[in-house]
């Protein structure tokens, strides 16, 4: 059984850091393009940022260019996202995702074949 599980998350204040992490398990994904995406109540799930198998690749929203590093560790078949500066608009439940057979990233959720549960990131100002 194919998981992805997410850790990592908080409460922490305006201009304060968080690091996710993704671990998968039941299969490797080392060859595989990830991403996070986060959403909050009311409206849709929105990319935030995303990766290459290789890790040599990745977008970011906008929103979060400067500030959020999307990395991997390939032995470790984990996936980051460090956070740093936040703001309150970044409150979201954020969410993990692998791509199935796929190493190219990704901005769309509809790509992802694989979503973990799901850290709630609460930013306060």
């Known amino acids: 059984q194919v998981q992805l599980v997410e850790s990592g998350g908080g409460l922490v204040q305006t201009g304060g850091s968080l690091r996710l992490s993704c671990a998968a398990s039941g299969r490797t994904f080392s060859r595989n393009a990830m991403g996070w995406f986060r959403q909050v109540p009311g409206k849709e799930r929105e990319f935030v940022a995303t990766?290459?198998?290789?890790?040599?690749?990745?977008i970011y929203t906008d929103s979060v260019k400067g500030r959020f590093t999307i990395s991997r560790d390939n032995a470790k078949n984990t996936v980051y996202l460090q956070m740093n500066s936040l703001k309150p608009e970044d409150t979201a439940v954020y969410y993990c995702a692998a791509r199935s057979y796929s190493g190219i990233y990704s901005t769309t959720t509809y790509e992802y074949d694989y979503w973990g549960q799901g850290t709630q990131v609460t930013v306060s100002s």
């Open positions: 990766i290459t198998w290789t890790g040599s690749n990745t």
